[in-house]
T-cell receptor
Framework: GAGVSQSPSNKVTEKGKDVELRCDPISGHTALYWYRQSLGQGLEFLIYFQGNSAPDKSGLPSDRFSAERTGGSVSTLTIQRTQQEDSAVYLC?????????????FGPGTRLTVT | SQQGEEDPQALSIQEGENATMNCSYKTSINNLQWYRQNSGRGLVHLILIRSNEREKHSGRLRVTLDTSKKSSSLLITASRAADTASYFCATTQGGSEKLVFGKGMKLTVNP
């Protein structure tokens, strides 16, 4: 079936604007993750969803970042009042979370540039 | 925060040669995984080794895990130009589901 999809693939925004990034996980995958990748910080975990609940939000860098997941499927990561340091590639991953299955399937990412 | 540290950070080899990448980590883990990334975008899962396993094979890949040294190695045999990519080790720890990634290693395979 189809893999994880993310939109938009690229987003350029002005400092101070809000942005929404979307992730469509693989159908049937109950676990969904957001990570971001930047030159200075490498690959960082942001938030994990199991179903529509987020038991681990420990990676969200500030209260400007929020995420939600609806219907156990699509997730949206929202960044309010964007700053230049938010520029990064935002990666979404999903996992079936079956017993013994821990690998994550990644989308192509959204490259966010804050000018 | 970064958990793993890949070594070397960059490796350039000729097609047909073997490539070995090492990863060290700091805390107890549930499992260790290796991912490949092309062109700075999506990651592809390569192989997973659990904390109670010592070695695992998948095609041209061989991964070892030494929990006493908190280290792992990934061997790619008979490398191909298409193996050119960045490689990351990642761990899961305790009851957490998140992956904690190393800084990555860039492999270049010259035809």
């Amino acid at each position: 079936g189809a893999g994880v999809s993310q939109s938009p693939s690229n987003k350029v925004t002005e400092k101070g604007k809000d942005v929404e990034l979307r992730c469509d996980p693989i159908s049937g995958h109950t676990a969904l993750y957001w990570y971001r990748q930047s030159l200075g910080q490498g690959l960082e975990f942001l938030i994990y969803f199991q179903g529509n609940s987020a038991p681990d939000k420990s990676g969200l860098p500030s209260d400007r970042f929020s995420a939600e997941r609806t219907g156990g499927s699509v997730s949206t990561l929202t960044i309010q009042r964007t700053q230049q340091e938010d520029s990064a590639v935002y990666l979404c991953a999903s996992s079936p979370r079956l017993a013994g299955a821990h690998e994550q399937y990644f989308g192509p990412g959204t490259r966010l540039t804050v000018t | 925060s970064q958990q793993g540290e890949e070594d070397p950070q960059a490796l350039s080899i000729q097609e047909g040669e073997n490539a070995t990448m090492n990863c060290s980590y700091k805390t107890s883990i549930n499992n260790l995984q290796w991912y490949r990334q092309n062109s700075g975008r999506g990651l592809v899962h390569l192989i997973l080794i659990r904390s109670n396993e010592r070695e695992k094979h998948s095609g041209r890949l061989r991964v070892t895990l030494d929990t006493s040294k908190k280290s792992s190695s990934l061997l790619i045999t008979a490398s191909r130009a298409a193996d050119t990519a960045s490689y990351f080790c990642a761990t899961t720890q305790g009851g957490s589901e998140k992956l904690v990634f190393g800084k990555g290693m860039k492999l270049t395979v010259n035809p």
